[in-house]
C-alpha cells in the first residue's frame, strides 16, 4: 500500500486535489468539474483522478467554501438572536465605517438578522463582569417556544460584555438545549469571538449560527462517506481555517466560523512555502480561477493575517489571512453596457460554463478570449479532458464586438484589457493603499487562469519577477499540505502602559498559552509536536484602532525592558502600516493573543531532474500579443527540466493551468520546478 497525503480544494468552477507520495516524494495532481448541487460528488471525482488501487490515504485536508457560498448567496440559516435587553439593537444600528464616513451613496449592509427576529433578554452585567441584574431565564424559555413555533434553524446569543464574563450566555445554552435539544445549533458570542465591541462580537455569533447548519451538514456527509471507501476510511478529515492553519472536521463542526474563507486561503500558505523553498520572503499571490481573484500578502515569509475581517460588508471578529477578493475569473462574462465593454462580476460558472466548453453558455468569457488569442490549446485543455470550441469562442466575442465596432480578435484582447486592469487595481488595493510597494515583491500566479495573465499584471505594477509553482492550478490544495494545525484564542486585557504589570501579564499568557496548548488533545497532536505563539493588540492612549504586535515568548512581558521594548515593536509596525509613529507618546493594550501550532509533518519538495542541455521538445504556433500575431513557442511543462531556459514570446502548457509569456519577457525552469519570469534587458 503506498501512504498518500492529500489535499482537496473546492472552487467555483473546478474541484482541485494534489496527492504526495510520502515514500517516493512525488506529487500528482488532479481536478474534476465542481458540482455545485452536491459538492461531494465533485470531491470524490477529484479524489479518483490521483488515488488508484493500491493507495491508501494517511492524512486529508479539505478546503470548502460552503459556509461562504452561504453566506453569499444569502441561503444560510433562519437565525434567532437573543440580545441584551438593554442593547437589543446593537446589531441593526450597527458602526459606520470610517473609511466611508463622507460617501454619499453609503448604504449599510443588509443584516443576516431581521429586527423582528432579535429577542430582548433581561439580565445586566457590568464593564467588569459582574451582575447587576441576574439572567431573565423565563425569557429564554419563551425564545424556545417561538424558535420551535416559527420554524428558526439555529440561534445566536450575544449579550453585553459577555466578553468579561460568560456566565449569562453559558446559563442561555443549558437551558436552550435542555428545551430544544443538543442537535440544534447554538452559537456564543464569547466563544465565536471573545473579545470587546459588542457589535463586532455579535455580528461574529450571528454569522457563525447563520453558516453553521450548512458547514456542519456538509461536513458530516463528507466525512461519512470517506469513511466508506477503503483508501480514506482511516485518514481523519481536517478542514483549512481562515487564520491559514488546519483542525479536524470534529473542530470545525463545533466552530464553523472558523472555516469562512477555508478553501483561498490555501493559496497562500503556499505562498509561504514557496518563500521558504525559494528564499524570496515577499511575494503577493494572486489566485485566479474560474470564478473569482484572490490577493493575499507573503511578508518576511508569513502570511499576512489580520485579527478583524469584512464580508458582504459584516464585521468579523477572528484571525483570517488578509485577502482581497474580486469576481475576475476565467468564466467572467463580458457584455457592453453604456457604450462600454465590461467584464464581471458575473460568472458562467461551471454550468454552463464559457461558450468554448459547449456545454450552452452562450454570453462570452475571458477562457473565451485566450482560446480566440492562441493563448489556450483547445485540444490540451485540462489535460485533454475537456475540448475547447474557438469556432463558438470566436463567434460570440464577434457578436459582442459588433454593438462595439470591433472585430472577434480585437474584441479578444479588449477582455482581457479589461480583466486584467481590474486585477491589477485589486492588487493595488491590498499593497499601494497600505503603503506597499509592490515592485519590492514577486508575483506568485496560480489558479487555472492565473498564470495566463500574471506577466500582463507585473508589466502594469512593475514587478520584475512572476513565480509560477508546480501544479499551479491547485495550488490552494497544494499549500493546505504545508500548513499546520492552528487553534487561535483571545482574551480582553485593557491597561494604559503605565499600569501594565510584566509580570502579571506574563503570567496571564502563560496560563493561556498552556490552555491552547491542551486544546490540541483533540486535534491528534503529540505534545513534543506543539509550541504557543502570544501577541497583544496595542494603540496609542484614547485611539479606536489597534495593530496586533507579537511577542518573543508569552513568558516576554517579565522582562525588566519590556513596556521599552513593546512600545518600540509596536512603533515601528505603526510606521510600517500608517508611514508615521509618536514615540513616547501613551499606548494602551487591549486584548491578549494566544496560538497553538501543532505540527503534522510536511509534504517536502522533490528537487526537479536538471536539464542535460539547452534543447527541450517544443513546437510553434501563432499567438496575438498587442494586435498582432506573433510566432510563438509552444511547450509541454512536463518536458521541462531544471535550468531550461528560453525567451518569449511562449505559452508553457500543464493538466492544471496555462503560462503565457509575452514577448520581451524570459522565463527559467528553478530546481523545484518553478517558473521564473523576467523581464529580458533591452
Not at 164 to 193: C, F, K, Y
Request: hydrophobic fraction near 40%.
Amino acid at each position: 500500500m503506498r501512504d498518500l497525503r492529500v489535499a482537496m480544494d473546492i472552487g467555483g468552477t473546478f474541484t482541485d486535489v494534489v496527492a504526495y507520495d510520502e515514500a517516493t516524494g512525488d506529487y500528482r495532481a488532479g481536478k474534476a468539474a465542481t458540482t455545485p448541487g452536491d459538492l461531494t460528488r465533485g470531491v470524490l471525482a477529484a479524489l479518483e483522478s490521483v488515488v488508484g488501487p493500491g493507495d491508501e490515504v494517511g492524512f486529508l485536508v479539505h478546503g470548502t467554501t460552503q459556509g461562504l457560498n452561504a453566506l453569499l448567496q444569502r441561503r444560510g440559516a433562519r437565525v434567532l438572536l437573543l440580545a441584551s435587553a438593554a442593547a437589543a439593537d446593537t446589531y441593526h444600528i450597527a458602526r459606520g465605517p470610517r473609511e466611508r464616513l463622507y460617501d454619499l451613496h453609503y448604504r449599510k449592509p443588509e443584516p443576516l438578522v431581521p429586527l423582528r427576529d432579535i429577542v430582548a433578554v433581561g439580565g445586566r452585567l457590568d464593564a467588569g463582569g459582574a451582575e447587576i441584574e441576574p439572567l431573565d431565564e423565563a425569557a429564554v424559555r419563551k425564545a424556545a417556544e417561538r424558535f420551535r413555533a416559527e420554524g428558526f434553524t439555529a440561534v445566536a446569543v450575544g449579550y453585553l460584555f459577555s466578553h468579561a464574563n460568560p456566565a449569562h450566555e453559558l446559563r442561555t445554552r443549558e437551558l436552550l438545549v435542555r428545551e430544544l435539544g443538543e442537535e440544534v445549533s447554538i452559537s456564543l458570542s464569547h466563544e465565536a469571538a471573545n473579545e470587546w465591541r459588542e457589535y463586532e462580537r455579535t455580528s461574529s455569533a450571528v454569522l457563525e449560527a447563520y453558516i453553521g447548519p450548512v458547514v456542519q451538514r456538509y461536513l458530516t456527509g463528507l466525512t461519512a462517506t470517506l469513511a466508506e471507501r477503503p483508501a480514506t476510511a482511516r485518514a481523519p478529515l481536517h478542514v483549512m481555517q481562515s487564520s491559514g492553519g488546519v483542525i479536524t472536521a470534529q473542530t470545525a463542526r463545533r466552530r464553523p466560523l472558523q472555516t469562512l474563507l477555508s478553501g483561498p486561503v490555501g493559496g497562500t500558505m503556499g505562498g509561504v512555502a514557496l518563500a521558504r523553498a525559494l528564499g524570496r520572503p515577499n511575494l503577493i499571490c494572486v489566485d485566479m480561477g474560474g470564478t473569482s481573484f484572490d490577493v493575499s500578502l507573503v511578508v518576511d515569509g508569513e502570511p499576512d493575517v489580520a485579527a478583524e475581517a469584512r464580508l458582504e460588508g459584516l464585521p468579523v471578529l477572528m484571525s483570517v489571512v488578509d485577502l482581497h477578493t474580486i469576481g475576475a475569473g476565467g468564466g467572467s462574462v463580458a457584455y457592453a453596457r453604456a457604450g462600454g465593454l465590461r467584464v464581471g462580476p458575473r460568472s458562467a460558472g461551471a454550468d454552463p460554463g464559457p461558450v468554448c466548453y459547449g456545454r450552452g453558455g452562450t454570453e462570452p468569457t475571458v477562457t473565451d478570449a485566450n482560446l480566440v488569442l492562441g493563448r489556450l490549446d483547445a485540444d490540451a485543455f485540462a489535460g485533454g479532458r475537456l475540448p475547447l470550441d474557438a469556432d463558438r469562442a470566436r463567434a460570440a466575442l464577434g457578436t459582442l464586438g459588433e454593438g462595439l465596432g470591433l472585430s472577434a480578435r480585437a474584441m479578444a484582447e479588449g477582455v482581457c484589457d479589461v480583466a486584467n486592469a481590474k486585477m491589477a487595481q485589486a492588487i493595488r488595493t491590498i499593497t499601494v493603499s497600505r503603503g506597499i510597494e509592490p515592485n519590492r515583491f514577486s508575483l506568485v500566479a496560480f489558479g487555472g487562469a492565473g498564470p495566463m495573465h500574471s506577466v500582463f499584471l507585473a508589466r502594469e505594477l512593475g514587478i520584475e519577477e512572476v513565480v509560477v509553482p508546480r501544479f499551479p492550478g491547485a495550488l490552494s490544495a497544494w499549500g493546505m499540505l504545508q500548513t499546520q494545525i492552528r487553534r487561535d484564542f483571545a482574551e480582553p486585557y485593557f491597561r494604559l502602559d503605565a499600569d501594565l504589570d510584566g509580570a502579571e501579564l506574563a503570567a496571564r499568557l502563560t496560563r493561556a498559552a498552556g490552555q491552547a496548548l491542551r486544546s490540541l488533545d483533540s486535534e491528534g497532536v503529540p505534545p513534543a509536536d506543539r509550541r504557543a505563539e502570544a501577541a497583544l493588540d496595542i494603540r496609542y492612549a484614547a485611539q479606536e484602532y489597534t495593530l496586533t504586535v507579537p511577542l518573543e515568548s508569552p513568558d516576554e512581558p517579565a522582562r525588566a525592558d519590556f513596556r521599552h521594548v513593546v512600545a518600540e515593536r509596536f512603533a515601528a509596525l505603526h510606521r510600517e502600516r500608517y508611514g508615521h509613529a509618536n514615540p513616547g507618546a501613551p499606548v494602551e493594550f487591549t486584548t491578549l493573543r494566544v496560538t497553538a501550532l501543532g505540527d503534522l509533518g510536511r509534504a517536502a519538495p522533490k528537487p526537479l531532474e536538471p536539464a542535460g542541455g539547452p534543447q527541450f521538445p517544443a513546437r510553434r504556433r501563432r499567438v496575438v500579443f498587442g494586435g498582432a500575431e506573433r510566432e510563438t513557442v509552444v511547450v509541454a511543462r512536463e518536458d521541462l527540466r531544471a535550468g531550461h531556459a528560453f525567451a518569449g514570446p511562449a505559452v508553457i502548457t500543464e493538466p492544471t493551468a496555462t503560462t503565457v509569456v509575452p514577448p520581451s519577457y524570459g522565463v527559467e525552469m528553478d530546481a523545484f520546478g518553478s517558473l521564473l519570469v523576467r523581464r529580458e534587458a533591452p
